[in-house]
């Protein structure tokens, strides 16, 4: 794929094909302007200026493009989508308006996954003048941590497993003079016994580790950014069926999102002392497996007892969240492809949210709006703690009855969040099970940009 920062440059007065904005109001009016030859063309194309729709328009040995819009002058993130998968290569400016929010979508419409064959159908670069300079480097930053977020959950686990994993964030150590601390194998067991346990079973080259990436002024706010990192999930003992196996390698979509946007963090320089944990492991099956009704110990203290082994990404987390409350921050963030219960409850178009504050909920929700990325807030109700019971340890992994699910392993996280800290939780999907526009079919970010918008509020002016 072509530079993503050269899909979007400065407007400099350059050669460009014209797209006009419209909508399906204000179409008609519109129409009048053209000529009787140009409105069949549009007609044959069945082209009435609803949002999404594009046309081609002929005018005298040139052509312009026709886009429509649901409202030109409050562009979304992705009113510009369909124009940039549709139209052919070339070089576009927007008459009597600016892309805005819109040049997320213009970036993310060119993506393309082509790791292990090319993409013949792809169509050459199309690449938006604009105005807006000062905004551009931004666009281009959220664009590719949303390409990251693909990249990686696109990738089978055979080849982003935990050690690739590690790469990707020893990567953001190179880029950003971050430090790193990597505890693997065996080693787990003194201060991440949870880790150890879900990760023992899997061969050698997908040891379990524990990746603790640290970046920042030290006496900045701590910021804490969690990512679930299961690589492959065969649910353990507790197998799943081939069809629930199917997508497993997207079970690591937590920790591409962590290491996304601890990467936006760093590169725009935001006030924190960044703590980066990504718990890493594959959930196989071989002799060493953990089992349902074994007792694990935790880094906290806590026993945890194993009703199934398929909730595993909830105990690696409980060891990263007692690691990061140990730094007493201001604020965590985890993301996990935790249960399925958030995706039955909301789809694939949100992310469910959990907090322990009204006021972070709301900013982070207020973030998501203005972004295009609005999380949905599930609740963590006492009512439900008491499903945790155990008749032998402090605690169950998983609850034996058919409610709450999302919410219930949430309440789960919370016993290993340090008392008062304000903590996020995003239980994400990780995946578009069918394209949108600008939205590739596949592994994808949901909670990421509204993350992203609520930490440059609270914390620099990048």
Known sequence: MTDINDLIQP?????????????????????KTLSAGQRSSLAAQKFEGNAGQV??????????A??????????????LAALSEQLPEGTYRLVDHQPGAAAFGWLTAHYRFTRYRDDDNA???????????????????????EMLVRDLVNTPAEDMGPTALEGEVEKLVKAHGAELKVTKGDALEQGYPMVHAVGRAAARHHAPRIMHLEW?????????????????????????????MRLMKKDMGGAAHAIALAGLVMSAGLKVRLHLLIPAVENAISGPAFRPGDVLDSRQGLSVEIHNTDAEGRLILGDA?????????????????????ARVALGPDYAAMMTRRDETAQELIDAGKSADDEPWRLPLPDAYREYLKSDIADIVNAHSNPYAGASVAG????????EGIDWVHFDTFAWRPFPK?????????????????MLKARYGNA
């Open 321 to 341: 969240l007692t690691r990061a409350s140990e730094e007493e921050p201001e604020l965590i963030i985890d993301f996990a492809t935790l249960t399925g219960a």
């Open 411 to 418: 309440l789960f996280l919370d016993r290993f969040v340090g």
């Open 123 to 145: 169509t050459g670069p199309r690449v938006l003048l604009t105005e807006q300079v000062g905004r551009l480097p931004g666009y281009i930053a959220e664009a590719e941590a």
């Open 216 to 244: 920042g002024d030290k006496d900045a706010p701590v910021l804490a950014i969690i990512g679930k990192g299961v690589c492959f999930d065969s649910g353990g003992l507790d197998i799943k069926p081939a069809s629930g």
């Open 55 to 64: 046309g081609i328009v002929p005018d005298g040995d040139k052509w312009f």
């Open 66 to 79: 026709m886009g429509g819009v649901a409202n030109p002058k409050n562009m979304t993130s992705w009113c």
């Open 11 to 31: 407007d400099h007065g350059q050669d460009a094909t014209a797209i006009h904005l419209t909508t399906a109001g204000a179409y008609e009016e519109f129409a």
């Open 437 to 453: 526009p600008g939205r590739s079919k596949g592994g994808t970010a949901y909670g990421l940009r509204a993350s992203w918008h």
